[in-house]
Each structure stands twice: as C-alpha cells, then as structure tokens.
C-alpha cells in the first residue's frame, strides 16, 4: 500500500513538472506546502520580427507631383521616403543647371537649398533603397509659373531714401514700403511684409496709396528697440497676374528719445533727450495767411502737428518757386541755408536764419519754417538723427496732413483703418 502512494506521487510530479514546462503552469511540490513553497513562472518566449522584403523598394511622396505646371518657385520641393531611405537626389533645371538641395540626416526628406527660377522646368532624379535595401531610381519633372509682370519693393524712410542696414534711427521713425508697380491685392501683398520688434510693440501699416504702405508702432519705440523689416514675396500672386520680384530684408536699431517740442505760444523750441530738458531754443515760425498764384493757394502757417526728422543737409538751397511761388514775386526767394534739419516733405525745416533773430522767440516771420539762430540750428543739426520726433503746438491754418510727412499725426484708430488685413477682418 505505502509503495503505491510512492509511485502515484512520483507520477503526478513528473506531469506537473512537463505542463509547467510546456505552459507556464505555476507548480508546487505537494498539497501540503500550500504556504511554503517556491512558485515559479516560466519566461516569455521572445518574437522575432520578421525581416524586410528584399524585393520591396521605398515608398515616395513628391512634391509636386509628377508633371505639374504653373508651380509657385517658392512653393515646398520635397521628396519623403515613407519606407525606406534617400541614397541621392538630384534637382536639374532644362538649362542642365544643379539646383542644390539637402538631405536630413536620418535620409528620409530632402529639399532644394536656394531659390527657384520663374518659367523653368525642373527635372528630380531620386536614388532610393527600400526597407530591405532594394535599390530603385525615378524621375520626375514639374514647371513653375510664368508671371505676366513682377514687382520688386525697397524699404525706405519717410524722406525717400532707402534705410540703412545697421544704422539707428529716432523713435518715431516710420517704415515705408515703395513697391514699383501698382497693386491690386493690398492684402496679398500685406501679408507678405513683416516687421519684427525686440522688445515686441503694436504696429499696423497703413496703406497711402497703390504703390506705398507706411508701418508704424501705435507708440513711440522705446530707445534701445532692435527693428527688422522683411518681405518674403517672392513667388507670391498680388493680383492682376503680378508676382513679387525679389525678397528684401532690414534691420536697424532705436536710438535715445528725442522731442523737441516747438510751442507758438512761447515762440520756443524745448528739447528733450530721454526725457530731459537739454536745451531751449528762440524761434520764429509760419508768419500765417494765404496767397494764390496762379490758381494754386499757397499757405503760410507752419502746420500744428507730430513730425519726424527726414533728414539734413548743410547747407541747402531754399527756391520758392519749387512749391509754386515765384522767386521774383513780392515773398519769392532763392537763398542758400546753413544747418538746415527738413521735418516735412513739402520743405519745412529747423534751420539757420540770422536775419530773423531780432523776430526768433516773439514773431513769427517765416514761409512755414522755424527760425533759429546759428549756434541753436547747428547744435540741432548735431543733435538729431532721422525719426526724431519733432511736435509743433499752438500754430494757427490746417494741421499737419499725412502727405507731409504726419503719420505721427494720426489717430491709431484711423492709421490701423488704411490696413488692407483690417478691412479683411
């Protein structure tokens, strides 16, 4: 009887021994050591991925499709290898010229490295291996658009010429973009300029006619802000079958806050640097009134209202009969100025007048002009940079209009107005 019970115990062992083996059974010794056997768990078994096709080739995604036409050149060139990796690819134009290109470091995009060209056909030749490392090799052509006029745009100042890569200007410099031709797609166009700003300000371009859009902050910069002005048209629909020329880019920095402030009730320009008074200076502005010549009226106040340095020059020849007034009329002149600091486009200058001392801080005598005496208008003249704001207060006639330089003179509201992008919102 015992060696029975022996025999069938040693059987049972042996079975659960090969099921744990075979399934991952948990297995003790005996229903007796329900708590103090060992438990043991047999590992997984690790799955073997299975090896790539070496017959499959690598899946491409192109862009643009093969034979497309009338392609932006600045629209996205690319090659995508979904499965798979890029050997080599290589970008040729019908002229046989290599368009250089880039490939990432993991060989899966690649990607032209310059510029495209207007109506030209482009042919990719792309090297691949697939998954497996099947080698293939495909080509495909596509032809950009033909522009049926292009327009180039310059970055300028208020007074015409162009900013200065580098160079600093006031705080209340306005940015113009000039482009060369008329444009029909303001908004196209708008959404193509960008000016970017450390620290970051409130700006808004204003659009002053079809060809000239004005940028300023809705304050004045901060002294120390760091200015960059770009336009990335280049490819871009602005109407009318017009495409932009060519990309542009300018940065320039803000100089110290200067104001002058030339009030008409004291007959005094106070200048400020940074917020400090610096200097006080007697003047004689716009003697007032009217007069028509030749069917145009001619005013001779001095304006009221904000304006910036446009710029300087010493000395300057000063002819009435530019703005409609004969030099041999009863207040036509021709006369060469020194130190003469221009604030508007039509010819309002801070500028040396020695005739007029006896009038500078208690008449006003002047075309329009502020007066100074020799040593104020040079010390001015040394003072200030283009984009310094100068305010004009208290002068009788119309203000200052934005044609003359008074982009500073109007109200945010109505600047943000001439926006093409707000009249889209």
Known sequence: MTSTRRVRGACLAVVLAVLAVLGGLVVTGTPRCADHCQTLTAAPVPQVAPRPSPIVPAALSIAPPPGANGISPSGPVLVTANSGTLDTVQLVNEAGKVIPGVITPDAKTWKPASQLGYGRTYTLTIAARGPGGMPSRQTSSFTTLTPDNKTEVYFETTAGGLLQDGATYGIGNVVVAKFDEPITDKAAAEKHLQVTTTPKVTGSWNWI??????????????????????????????????????????????????????????????????????????????????????????????????????????????????????????????????????????????HQLNDTVWAQGNTNVSHGCLNLNGDNAKWFYDFSVPGDVVEVRNTGGPPLQLQQGGDWSVPWDQWRKGSALSRHQ
Do not use: C
Request: glycine share 12%.
């Open 209 to 350: 006619d079809d060809q000239t859009a004005h940028w300023r902050p809705e304050k004045y910069y901060a002294p120390g802000t760091s200015v960059t002005v770009a336009t990335n048209i280049y490819g871009a629909a602005l109407g009318d079958g017009l495409y932009g020329q060519d990309n542009e880019q300018v940065s320039f920095r803000i100089g110290n806050a200067h104001v002058a402030i030339a009030d008409d009730t004291t007959k005094q320009v106070s200048v400020y640097d940074n917020g400090k008074l610096v200097r006080t200076m007697p003047t004689s502005m716009g003697m007032g009134g009217t007069e028509t010549i030749g069917g145009t009226t001619l005013s001779f106040w001095t304006p009221p209202g904000v304006y910036t340095v446009l710029d300087k020059a010493n000395p300057v020849i000063m002819d009435s009969a530019t703005f409609g007034l004969p030099t041999n009329s009863r207040l036509g002149y021709r006369v060469t100025i020194p130190w003469a600091t221009r604030i508007s486009t039509d010819g309002i200058y801070l």
